[in-house]
């Protein structure tokens, strides 16, 4: 993706003025607070908490499929779509925005399975977002694609967890490959026949340890299917069985480690990617260090909400508004060897409420400012009391949402 550079001059007092649409990219008005990390090299301004840029909207929790890895193996919740009115309310709050957020339709369902959903999708794309859809592909039908094609949505990621029938099957639970490949297939040549740039596309894979083997062969996949970008995940384990499958279990123990003599900086180059490379260092990787390329860090997702520091919320199929796809539904997973109950979040509901009203909560603004500092318990390092079994509490004295035992805020879990 492609970086803007802006060169901002200071004024004869020595202030720095930021051009208009800089400020408001980061939300900045009058008493807002924004994060500025500090690096060896270099500073980053984070967006202020103020602004809303992008809006999760799960049309559905329902899915035509019935993946080893969903989070529906373990919760007991109710399955049901966004009704009409619902929509509707959160449209009309959508378009009272500026600048208009992105809207991304994903949640914990399959959002063609909707039959609503591309007139929602036409919708949302027609009021001047950019939009933005992931699915599983199968229902990704010619008529569909085409329609999606028409619309001009921006980006439509599927997720491809296999490269092979089998290994495809192993996770989706469904002998489904060709028909996604071949759908994706349709999306593009459908694109191409009407001469348009939109949409792109992404794929999503969720790596553990019986399909890791299959990454590279995916990208190959979607470099011949047209893909731009590639968005890897952890799984987040919901079973016993898909404990033994993460790959993260040495970086959940130093993840909060700061540079010292035991965890070290590594600072390399960029550099092209060698077997000899990665063989010579591999004694290294085995104990904690903090590795740079090019002067960036590798770690710094560890204690940061990627939902805030983006600025988006999300929106559950009944209209329940949560600050993160995580607190939607409540569900369980493992946090190393024990279950960590994840109870849902909400800071209102778009039925009653406008999304700036509830945005400009006062509780849900104060709850943002917390979620920038992350000041939690380190509960994905320590996980030795009875506090880390759910998000209520932590040591530290924080009360719901408790997220020091985030996958998401210490960098294992990501959603496109």
């Known amino acids: ?68 890895t969903c989070m529906r193996n373990v919760w007991h919740e109710p399955m049901g779509d966004m009704q009409k009115e619902t929509f509707t309310a959160l449209f009309e709050s959508v378009k009272a925005i500026q600048p208009a957020p992105k809207i991304f339709f994903g949640g914990f369902g399959e959002p063609l399975a909707h039959k609503g959903a591309v007139e929602m999708i036409a919708r949302a794309k027609a009021s001047g977002s950019t939009v933005e859809m992931i699915t599983n592909g199968i229902l990704l039908t010619k008529d569909v694609a085409h329609r999606l094609v028409e619309i001009g949505i921006d980006r439509v990621w599927v997720s491809i967890d296999g490269a092979t029938r089998e290994s495809y099957e192993d996770v989706r639970l469904g002998d489904n490959l060709p028909v996604v490949i071949e759908n994706i297939y349709h999306l593009m040549e459908l694109r191409m026949e009407a001469g348009k740039y939109h949409p ?18 995916v990208i190959q996949i979607g470099r011949r299917l047209g893909a731009d970008r590639f968005s890897v995940s952890n799984v987040l384990p919901h079973t016993e069985e898909l404990r033994d499958q993460t790959l993260y279990s040495r970086s959940m123990n130093d993840g909060n480690l700061h540079p010292s003599a035991w965890a070290p900086v590594i600072s390399l180059p960029r550099l092209d ?144």
């Open 1 to 68: 993706m492609a970086v803007k550079t802006y060169r901002i001059q200071a004024n004869e007092q020595g202030q720095v003025l930021l051009p208009e649409d800089l400020i408001l990219k980061l939300g900045i008005t009058p008493g807002s607070l924004i994060r500025v990390d500090e690096g060896e090299n270099e500073i980053i301004v984070q967006r202020s908490s103020n602004s809303l840029a992008e809006v999760y909207i799960e049309l559905t929790n329902r899915c035509n499929l019935d993946c080893r």
């Open 200 to 217: 792109n596309l992404g794929i999503a894979f969720v790596a553990m340890k019986r399909n890791q083997a299959d990454l590279a062969k």
């Open 273 to 416: 990617p060698s077997e000899y490379l990665v063989t010579q260092l591999q004694e290294e990787f085995k104990m904690p260090v903090h590795l740079e390329i090019g002067g960036r860090c590798l770690d710094a997702g560890s204690n940061t909400c990627p939902f805030i520091k983006k600025g988006s919320l999300s929106v559950r199929w009944d209209g329940e508004v949560s600050p993160c796809l995580n607190l939607l539904h409540t569900h369980e997973s493992y946090l190393d060897d024990h279950i960590r109950q994840s109870q849902a979040y909400s800071v209102g509901n778009i039925n009653q409420s406008s999304l700036l009203e509830i945005w400009n909560d006062p509780e849900y603004v104060a709850l943002r400012e917390r979620l920038m500092k992350f000041d939690f318990s380190p509960c994905t390092f320590c996980n030795s009391c009875y506090m880390a079994d759910d998000n209520l509490e932590d040591c530290f004295g924080n009360v719901q949402p408790a997220c020091g035992g985030c996958l998401w805020g210490q960098g294992f879990i990501q959603c496109p």
